[in-house]
């Protein structure tokens, strides 16, 4: 079975700060890991993907996060915040098959 | 082209009556996902659908909830009896898989908001 785990319902930061959002995950077999956003009143969007291979993977608009398999950990980093990036942001995780399990949300705010 | 395509936006029913959720894949994927969304929550898993078959309803909740896509491609959520907690955004998504270790990316619809009064 696989599970979830964002840490922190709200996070805010300073535009220009470096954006971390945490996200554990849970998982009896080698899991795909996903990051997704969603801006107000638009629905999800896939950010990135981990699937195999290189652990660090790059996303849309500057977004990266890295696989750690020790730590079962899937965080979400940005060097520099802008105020488009407020929204809210979901990690996610699928074993096999396609059945896909979302932590539930954490929503950046960023301030001017 | 087209995105995924859910119909109606917006339901407000009765508590005890039936409703009926729609969704229009992208044309072509083979799969099919239903997700709840309730306020401050992410999206909870119900059912997926590999063509018309239903892949994994493990996360329907009770057998209030049933889902059909008799054709392959649109698929309906129904509801019957409905519950004040059954209020929440129902997403649907769809993907080009067709096999299942395979990766590809789930396409999400807008979302119908389920109000049960």
């Known amino acids: 079975a696989q599970s979830v785990t964002q840490l922190g319902s709200h996070v805010s930061v300073s535009e220009g700060a470096l954006v971390l959002l945490r996200c554990n995950y849970s998982?009896?077999?080698?899991?795909?890991l996903f990051w997704y956003v969603q801006y107000p009143n638009q629905g999800l969007q896939l950010l990135l993907k981990?699937?195999?291979?290189?652990?660090l993977v790059k996303g849309i608009n500057g977004f990266e996060a890295e696989f750690k398999k020790s730590e079962t950990s899937f965080h979400l980093t940005k060097p520099s915040a802008h105020m488009s990036d407020a929204a809210e942001y979901f990690c996610?995780?699928?074993?096999?098959?396609?059945?896909?399990?979302f932590g539930a949300g954490t929503r950046l705010f960023v301030k001017a | 082209g087209a995105g995924v395509s859910q119909t109606p936006s917006n339901k407000v029913t009765e508590k005890g009556k039936y409703v009926e959720l729609r969704c229009d894949p992208i044309?072509?994927?083979?799969?099919l996902y239903w997700y709840r969304q309730s306020l401050g929550q992410g999206p909870e898993f119900l059912i997926y659908?590999?063509?018309?078959?239903?892949?994994?309803d493990s996360g329907l909740p009770n057998d209030r909830f049933f889902a059909v896509r008799p054709e392959g491609s649109v698929s309906t959520l129904k509801i019957q009896r409905t519950e004040r907690g059954d209020s929440a955004v129902y997403l649907c998504?769809?993907?080009?898989?067709?096999?299942?270790?395979?990766?590809?990316?789930?396409?999400f619809g807008p979302g119908t908001r389920l109000t049960v009064l």
């Open positions: 998504a769809s993907s080009l898989t067709k096999a299942a270790e395979s990766y590809n990316e789930q396409f």
């Open positions: 998982s009896s077999v080698p899991p795909y």
């Open positions: 981990y699937t195999t291979g290189a652990t």
């Open positions: 996610a995780v699928r074993g096999r098959g396609l059945k896909t399990i």
């Open positions: 044309s072509g994927h083979t799969a």
């Open positions: 659908f590999q063509g018309t078959g239903a892949a994994d």
